[in-house]
C-alpha cells in the first residue's frame, strides 16, 4: 500500500505538499514549501512496511542526524527528520535535474571526460562522508543527481544504511545488487572501499551504458561474487582512454585491499586523466546534460528554410553516399566534417575539408564547439544549429 500524500496539504504541520515527483523501493518523494523558511524542499515519506518497524524507525532516525551533519556541495543536503502520525519522513534539499540513470536512458552514454568529471565530485562527496564515519552503501547512477549547472549529487546517505538493520540475515539480498561489492553481496561489513567499488560500476555504466555484472547471476550464488570477473569497459566502447579504464578496473576489484584506499586518492587519478583532455572539449563536456537531440537546418542568408538533419550522436557530412548526413553538392568534399553532440555544445570537426569549414564566418581550425542558433557553412551550403529546448 502506498503512502498518499495530497496536494496543497500541510504535512507535519509545517510542509505544504505540492505535489508527488517519484516513488522508490522504500518511500515515495514529494516536493513542498517549507512554510517556515519559504524555501522548497523534498519530503521523503517511507512506506508503511519500513515505518510499522520500530528497529528500522529508531535507525533512521541515527543515520539522518549522520547524514545532517554532513557539508558538502555534492551531497543533497538532509534539513528534518521525525514521525507524522505512522508515517516517519526525512526532509532533503529539493534538486532540479535529472539522475545519472534518466540521463543515460535519455541522452546516451557520457563522453569519457564527462563521466570522469562527475565520478571527481561524487568522489568528493565520498570524502566528506567517509571522514564522518558514514558509508553509504547504495552509491548507484539512480542515487546520483544531474543539476542544471551540471554538478553532480548524491542522496540518499545514511537510508540505505537503516534499511540493512531490518534485513534478517537469511534474507535475499535487497538493493542493486549490480551495484555491490563482493563483501556487500556476502553480508560482510562494509567499509569505504565498498562505496568506491560502487562508485566503478557506476562510472563503468556512464562510459558504456552497461553494468558489467547480471543481477540473476550474482544472486545465485552471492558469496562466491568475489570470484566473478568484469569485462573490460574498453571491449564495449574502445573510445575509452587506458587511464580511465584503469581507473574503473581498479575499482571494482574484489580485494577491497586493492582498490583506491580512499575516495581522495581517486579523484586525484581521475583529475590527473581530466588534466590531459584538450580544453576545448573539456569545456565541453562540463557544462551540463546536453538537449534531447540537435538540428542542422539548412539556410538560405541566414534563414531557415524548413529542411533539418537530427544529430543524436556522431555524424559525418560529407558528399560520400557513406557520410552520416550527405549533401550532394560538388563545393563539398567527400567526408567533409563530423559533428558530435558534447553536454550543452555541439562539437564540429573539420575531416581536411578542401575549401574548409566555417562557423558564424569564421574558419575552423580542427574543431569548435557550437551552441544554438551558430551557422555552419560547408563548402557553400550553410546550416544553422538548433536544438530541443
Not at 192 to 218: H, N, Q, R, V, W
Request: charged letters at 20%.
Amino acid at each position: 500500500m502506498r503512502v498518499a500524500q495530497p496536494a496543497n496539504m500541510l504535512f507535519a504541520g509545517r510542509y505544504s505538499v505540492l505535489g508527488k515527483v517519484g516513488v522508490g523501493g522504500m518511500a515515495e518523494v514529494y516536493k513542498a514549501q517549507d512554510m517556515n523558511l519559504g524555501r522548497f524542499v523534498a519530503i521523503k515519506v517511507m512506506l508503511p512496511q519500513y515505518a510499522a518497524n520500530s528497529q528500522f524507525v529508531m535507525r533512521f532516525r541515527n543515520e539522518a542526524r549522520s547524514a545532517a551533519a554532513l557539508n558538502s556541495p555534492h551531497i543533497v543536503s538532509v534539513y528534518d527528520s521525525g514521525q507524522n502520525g505512522n508515517q516517519c519522513y526525512i526532509v532533503m534539499e529539493f534538486v532540479e535535474g535529472i539522475n545519472l540513470r534518466e540521463s543515460l536512458r535519455k541522452h546516451g552514454t557520457f563522453q569519457p571526460a564527462r563521466a570522469a568529471t562527475i565520478a571527481s565530485q561524487v568522489c568528493l562527496a565520498l570524502a566528506e562522508a567517509h571522514g564522518h564515519n558514514v558509508v553509504h552503501s547504495d552509491i548507484k547512477s539512480s542515487n546520483i543527481m544531474m543539476m542544471r549547472s551540471g554538478d553532480a549529487k548524491v542522496m540518499d546517505f545514511g537510508i540505505a544504511q537503516a534499511r540493512r538493520s531490518i534485513i534478517p540475515d537469511n534474507s535475499p539480498v535487497i538493493g542493486t545488487v549490480q551495484y555491490m561489492s563482493p563483501e556487500q553481496l556476502a553480508g560482510g561489513t562494509l567499509t569505504p572501499a565498498s562505496d568506491i567499488y560502487s562508485l566503478g560500476i557506476t562510472l563503468y555504466e556512464m562510459c558504456t551504458g552497461k553494468l558489467p555484472f547480471d543481477a540473476a547471476s550474482l544472486l545465485q550464488n552471492p558469496k562466491q561474487a568475489a570470484s566473478r570477473s568484469a569485462m573490460p569497459p574498453t571491449k564495449l566502447n574502445p573510445a575509452i582512454p587506458v587511464p580511465l579504464e584503469q581507473i574503473i578496473m581498479r575499482c571494482m576489484q574484489d580485494n577491497p585491499q586493492q582498490r583506491y584506499l580512499s575516495a581522495i586518492k581517486m579523484k586525484r587519478d581521475l583529475d590527473s586523466y581530466l588534466s590531459t583532455v584538450d580544453k576545448a572539449e573539456l569545456e565541453a563536456v562540463s557544462t551540463g546534460v546536453g538537449p534531447e537531440f540537435w538540428a542542422l537546418v539548412f539556410a538560405r542568408e541566414g534563414q531557415q528554410k524548413g529542411n533539418a538533419v537530427r544529430v543524436t550522436g556522431p555524424a559525418t557530412i560529407g558528399r560520400s553516399p557513406q557520410a552520416d548526413i550527405q549533401i550532394p553538392v560538388n563545393s563539398i568534399s567527400k567526408m567533409h566534417a563530423r559533428v558530435t553532440p558534447q553536454g550543452t555544445f555541439l562539437l564540429v570537426e573539420d575531416l581536411g575539408s578542401s575549401n574548409g569549414t566555417l562557423l558564424n564566418g569564421m574558419p575552423i581550425h580542427e574543431r569548435a564547439l557550437c551552441r544554438q542558433g551558430d551557422i555552419l557553412t560547408i563548402g557553400d551550403t550553410r546550416l544553422i544549429v538548433a536544438c530541443s529546448k
